[in-house]
T-cell receptor, first 117, second 115 residues
Framework: NAGVTQTPKFQVLKTGQSMTLQCAQD?????MSWYRQDPGMGLRLIHYSVGAGITDQGEVPNGYNVSRSTTEDFPLRLLSAAPSQTSVYFC????????????????FGDGTRLSIL | AQSVTQLGSHVSVSEGALVLLRCNYS??????LFWYVQYPNQGLQLLLKYTSAATLVKGINGFEAEFKKSETSFHLTKPSAHMSDAAEYFC?????????????FGQGTILTVHP
């Protein structure tokens, strides 16, 4: 049981390049989210998904696309990288048992450190 | 909209001293509250979560947090700091329901522990 796996761990891009950050979980969690972490700003939600085929925007969605074709995978795409997207990106997953409280914690990957020159 | 505020971006304590990290939430309904810890170059690890069963919540590594509805606070404490506690700590909340899966984070507090 690997939990949440993010690849790559590090990436350097040039402005205007595109790339996909991969996220996979093996816990059969229906909820998955992408956050970016910037110094002094905590983590901010980019996009999230409540199940395969269903995604929605978070607080800072501009410049990012997502899709969720399977329960396990939730890739994040940068279509045209900009220096403002230099950040550490975290993927997380969680679940809710039917009839249970909404306080199940999210499980985080180890992050992707992205630099855009 | 929910918001989470952590007072103090940096907290410095001596080894063996009390650790107090502050978190206040703003929500029209009691949120679901969490504390996470992040060690350098790692992901976030759950320290503890609030459940309505008790206002004092015990977590891992000797940490605990007290939920005070009247003060809209969920401060994190540890009676005696250890060098290994040096890390960044995040308070987070979600509103549940259709907002479940959308965590709102505080700005983070970096804890430094001096020998």
């Amino acid at each position: 049981n690997a939990g949440v796996t993010q690849t790559p761990k590090f990436q350097v891009l040039k402005t205007g390049q595109s790339m996909t950050l991969q996220c996979a979980q093996d816990m059969n969690h229906e909820y998955m989210s992408w956050y970016r972490q910037d110094p002094g700003m905590g983590l901010r939600l980019i996009h999230y998904s409540v199940g395969a085929g269903i995604t929605d925007q978070g607080e800072v969605p501009n410049g990012y696309n997502v899709s969720r074709s399977t329960t396990e995978d939730f890739p994040l795409r940068l279509l045209s990288a900009a220096p403002s997207q230099t950040s550490v990106y975290f993927c997380a997953s969680s679940y809710v048992e039917e009839g249970a409280s909404w306080n199940q914690p999210q499980h985080f990957g180890d992050g992707t450190r992205l630099s855009i020159l | 909209a929910q918001s989470v505020t952590q007072l103090g971006s940096h907290v410095s304590v001596s080894e063996g001293a009390l650790v107090l990290l502050r978190c206040n939430y703003s929500s029209s309904v009691p949120p679901y509250l969490f504390w996470y810890v992040q060690y350098p170059n790692q992901g976030l690890q759950l320290l503890l979560k609030y459940t309505s069963a008790a206002t004092l919540v015990k977590g891992i590594n000797g940490f605990e947090a007290e939920f005070k509805k009247s003060e809209t606070s969920f401060h994190l404490t540890k009676p005696s700091a250890h060098m290994s506690d040096a890390a960044e700590y995040f308070c987070a909340s979600n509103a549940g329901g259709t907002s479940y899966g959308k965590l709102t984070f505080g700005q983070g507090t970096i804890l430094t522990v001096h020998p």
